[in-house]
């Protein structure tokens, strides 16, 4: 019975939103329709009687609660992973707008509207509300978008990239091999976000990135099991995704960048002035475009997928 009346409350808040559209699109294409003069004449007491108004109202009502619970989520929400308590999910906005195609604010109506419809896409209670369960599936939905193949990358599928593509100039050749198409998928990505005039990456005449830029530049890529096993000894106690046993680096295929802050520490102090720079932000937007995924919990950290 209780899943009866979920059912119909949901049933009611998708035919409002439906006919709040339709009012709207009715109401703009009159418009359009009749001409200036005749505009002034509709009287705006009009609106205040039509019942579909009333019921685009209520949905907008709904979707402004939805969005006040948000902006307490966003920055409260207590959930797990990787085994360690988190506390909300501003580090993901960006993520998380992309997934659910918006701009909006998380307290927005706008956001709780378009949360509301993926929700929906998904099979979960279309609430508007981002909490613990919404959020583990769009983790999951991420975490399925990467790299499948985690073979161990054989050495004539990697090149050594030159050490002026690295983070630190003075980077070994042993640790500055990638695999062959992502290095390739890398230089086209980089060759846009230089063209991008926004991002103003200092670069050479040549196109590529400017000694003494930072951004964009490769902190890390393939690894052998040998030198994973190094890190993981200098710092046992960080992160279980960050280190490993199994290492997407294994492969060459991913590749970490300089995207702000301290190159790849996962405080969340450090993440937060990662995912609020320009170049972040941009490879969230467009490295999808050159077949680079994301992980999700570092920033600096994208898979070659193709
Ligand atoms: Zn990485």
């Known amino acids: 019975m209780k899943y009866f009346r979920v059912h119909i409350a949901l049933v009611f808040v998708a035919l409002a939103v439906l006919l709040g559209v339709v009012s709207f699109e009715t109401r703009s294409s009159r418009g359009q329709s009749q001409s200036p003069k005749a505009d002034s004449h509709v009287k705006p007491t009009i609106l205040k009687t039509d019942p579909r108004d009333a019921l685009a109202e209520k949905a907008s009502s709904i979707f402004a609660a939805a969005g006040e619970r948000n902006a307490a989520l966003q920055n409260e929400l207590v959930w797990t992973f990787g085994g360690k308590q988190q506390r909300g999910w501003y580090l993901y906005d960006a993520l998380i707008n992309q997934s659910l195609n918006t701009q909006n604010e998380a307290s927005s109506g706008g956001f709780a509207a378009a949360l509301a419809s993926w929700q929906k896409k998904v099979g ?82 040549e196109g590529g990135l400017a000694p003494t830029e930072k951004y964009f530049k490769i902190v890390s890529a393939f690894r052998s099991r040998e030198y994973q096993d190094q890190l993981r000894r200098q710092s046992p106690n960080a992160g279980s995704a960050g280190l490993a046993v199994n290492s997407p680096h294994f492969t060459g295929r991913a590749l970490d960048f300089y995207v702000g802050g301290d190159p790849v520490d996962t405080k969340d102090s450090n993440r937060a002035i990662q995912v609020k720079t320009a170049v972040y932000q941009w490879l969230v937007r467009n490295a999808e475009r050159f077949g680079f995924r994301p992980y999700f919990y570092e920033p600096w950290h994208w898979e070659y997928v193709k």
């Open 124 to 205: 979960l209670n279309s609430s508007g509300v981002l909490d613990e369960e919404s959020l583990n599936r769009m983790i999951s939905e991420w975490q399925k978008n990467r790299l499948k193949d985690r073979n161990y990358a054989q050495s004539d599928q990697l090149v050594t990239a030159p050490a002026a593509d690295f983070y630190d100039p003075e980077r070994v050749a042993e640790l500055r091999q990638v695999e062959r198409e992502t290095f390739a998928a890398y230089k086209r990505m980089l060759a846009a976000a230089i063209a991008d005039r926004s991002l103003n990456l200092a670069h050479t005449p």
